[in-house]
């Protein structure tokens, strides 16, 4: 069974930074993508960032470049985001999400298969 936990949402005023965590299990963690998205009161739940297995590959949302950075520890089955510079519009419900794929970054919700329950992060002004 696949679990996706995610930590480290909190509330922080502008300017500042925020890392968040998810740990997964019951999966072969380095075959497996990783993506974070998060998803605004009243909006569509939308990509920031998508890791490749290996870590070897990243990619970003035009939004966030410069400001966050996804990491990942295959030893510890764990994916990070690690936010700078926060501000006002990032608040939103972070969920980091998980799909077989030895090649690619998938970009799209639809692409997920596994996803963990969300944390919120909100940035006060």
């Known amino acids: 069974q696949v679990q996706l936990v995610e930590s480290g949402g909190g509330l922080v005023q502008a300017g500042g930074s925020l890392r968040l965590s998810c740990a997964a299990s019951g999966l072969a963690f380095s075959s497996y993508a990783m993506g974070w998205f998060r998803q605004a009161p009243g909006k569509e739940r939308d990509f920031i960032a998508a890791i490749r297995g290996s870590g070897t590959s990243t990619y970003y949302k035009e939004s966030v470049k410069g400001r966050f950075t996804i990491s990942r520890v295959n030893d510890k089955n764990t994916v990070y985001l690690q936010m700078n510079n926060l501000k006002p519009e990032d608040t939103a419900i972070y969920y980091c999400?998980?799909?077989?794929?030895?090649?690619?970054?998938?970009?799209?919700?639809?692409?997920?298969?596994?996803w963990g329950q969300g944390t919120q992060v909100t940035v006060s002004s």
């Open positions: 999400a998980a799909v077989f794929a030895l090649l690619g970054l998938p970009m799209e919700v639809k692409e997920y298969k596994y």
